[in-house]
């Protein structure tokens, strides 16, 4: 079992920053490849950033791309998304979620644990 605690979320303006943190305890091979994903409202989940713990893999949606950094604190077993130049449509719920191997990063079938997500709300 893993249980995936998200925290960071919060209200900035467009351009604003902020840093969101997943804390994750339980079984270790199971937070490998961690992920976040965010939903707005209306809208089905989406990829946003996908790592593997030791930094062999590292990927982004394009939306995100230049703007969006994912890393990770193995020995803290936490991972991190610090989004910088936040859009509005970058409005949603932010979810962690993890695996022990992902095939396709951006499939929510292939999570087995996810958080309970922070809200991030982004004005013009």
């Known amino acids: 079992q893993v249980h995936l605690e998200e925290s960071g979320g919060g209200s900035v303006q467009a351009g604003g920053s902020l840093r969101l943190s997943c804390v994750g305890s339980g079984e270790t091979h199971s937070m490998y490849c961690m992920t976040w994903f965010r939903q707005a409202p209306g809208k089905g989940r989406e990829a946003v950033a996908s790592?593997?713990?030791?930094?062999?893999?590292?990927s982004y949606a394009d939306s995100v791309k230049g703007r969006f950094t994912i890393s990770a604190d193995s020995p803290k077993n936490t991972v991190y998304l610090q989004m910088d130049s936040l859009k509005p449509e970058d409005t949603a719920v932010y979810y962690c979620?993890?695996?022990?191997?992902?095939?396709?990063?951006?499939?929510?079938?292939?999570?087995?644990?996810w958080g309970q997500g922070t809200q991030v709300t982004v004005s013009s």
């Open positions: 790592m593997y713990t030791d930094g062999g893999r590292i």
């Open positions: 979620a993890s695996t022990a191997v992902c095939g396709d990063w951006s499939a929510t079938y292939e999570y087995k644990y």
